[in-house]
């Protein structure tokens, strides 16, 4: 039984405080949806979920199965099953993306009972699984992490990690910014596949209804503002936000 709970969360940058109070619990197989204007704390969310060093707790909690990982660093959460997404991949010149993915799903394996691939091939044979879902093909396994990818194509990189290590908790910071219609569709497909095909919780952050739209169940729609989550529905909720905006929430 996947559970991640964010119980009352307060987190400061800078000494600036930008998560007021956020409490959200995402089970498992869950889809969950978080929008909000830009400055709402979104981001900064999905990084202290992470344990990003730029962010300091000051109140609250994060558990995983009810166990709090405040302490834990972001390695060790990565262990419990937690995955993020990022919103801006950066690209790591001399890295082969193959040898990373390697890397990170061996590590991974030991603590989550993951299948063990003995050799560099069936590693390979077990990626090229997963490339037609995110729309890549095999050129991509010989380059470097991000190295020259586009802007679409780092996003559709990220949701193909996700799919090759299989989180327990799927975080995903705007992966549908700077993608066209056919990115978008890719990077949703990759979603369904993952939450078709695993018990993961999702939680999809985004401005926009689009790539909702493309998912093939959303359980959960909840709006940030000022550091707070404000206001939780179902999917009928995110198509309220694309036609009347943020501005009629009551804050």
């Known amino acids: 039984m ?29 889809v969950h949806a978080i929008m909000g204007p830009n400055g709402s704390g979104k981001s900064t969310l999905a990084y202290t979920l992470l344990g990003h060093p730029k962010y300091t ?3 609250g909690d994060i558990k995983v199965d009810g166990e709090s990982i405040l302490e834990l ?47 560099v091939k069936e590693f390979h044979d077990y990626i090229k699984k997963n490339l037609d ?40 910071d705007e992966p549908d910014s700077g993608l066209d219609i056919d990115g978008v569709k890719s990077v949703a497909n ?26 093939n169940r959303l359980d959960f729609v909840h709006i940030m503002a000022k550091g707070r989550i404000v206001k939780s529905g179902g999917k009928e909720l995110a198509e309220i936000l694309e036609e009347k905006g943020y501005s009629w929430i009551e804050e």
Request: proline share 1%; aromatic share 10%.
């Open 133 to 172: 879902i995110v729309g890549f093909d095999q050129s991509f396994l010989t380059r470097y992490l991000n190295e020259g990818f586009s802007g679409g194509e780092k996003k559709r990189s990220e949701v193909l990690q996700m799919l090759v290590l299989k989180p327990r908790f799927i975080i995903l």
């Open 57 to 59: 707790i000051t109140k």
């Open 73 to 119: 660093s972001t390695d060790a959460r990565a262990k419990k099953g937690l995955f993020l997404g990022f919103q801006y991949p950066v690209e790591v010149s001399g890295v082969g993306y193959t040898s990373f993915l390697r890397n990170a799903y061996n590590t991974l394996s030991k603590t989550n009972n993951m299948e063990v691939f003995i050799t």
């Open 190 to 215: 990759a979603i369904n596949y993952a939450i078709e095909n695993s018990d993961a919780s999702v939680i999809v952050i985004t401005h926009y209804a689009r790539i909702l739209r493309y998912l």
């Open 2 to 30: 996947n559970r991640l709970e964010i119980v009352d969360l307060h987190a400061n940058i800078d000494d600036k405080e930008i998560l007021k109070g956020v409490t959200l619990k995402a089970e498992n197989n869950e």
